[in-house]
Nanobody, 126 residues
């Protein structure tokens, strides 16, 4: 059983930065593709970014491309999401997710992932 715990959320002004962390336990971290999703009130959970098992491949939603950076440290069992130039529309609960599946197929869809963290709130004020 994989446990994922996010941290690093908070309140920040527009234009500011935050770094989210997601610590994984329960199985070999390098076996998992890791993703970040977010969900704003009244909206569906949406894909933000994903990273391959060895960190060599990363993908982003168009809405965050150029502003967010996903990375992982397999020695620390942790995936990160560096968020720069934050906008009010980035306000949401951010979730990390994990799957053993290879980085092929519907990795932008929440159902493709097997395990989820509890989420961390990010609020960007204007």
């Amino acid at each position: 059983q994989v446990q994922l715990v996010e941290s690093g959320g908070g309140l920040v002004q527009a234009g500011g930065s935050l770094r989210l962390s997601c610590a994984s336990s329960g199985r070999t971290f390098s076996s998992d593709v890791m993703g970040w999703f977010r969900q704003a009130p009244g909206k569906e959970r949406e894909f933000v970014s994903t990273i391959s098992k060895n960190g060599g491949a990363t993908y982003y939603a168009d809405s965050v491309k150029g502003r967010f950076t996903i990375s992982r440290d397999n020695a620390k069992n942790t995936v990160y999401l560096q968020m720069n130039s934050l906008k009010p529309e980035d306000t949401a609960v951010y979730y990390c997710a994990a799957t053993l599946k290879p980085l092929l197929g519907s990795w932008t869809h929440p159902l493709w992932y097997d395990y989820w963290g509890q989420g961390t709130q990010v609020t960007v004020s204007s």
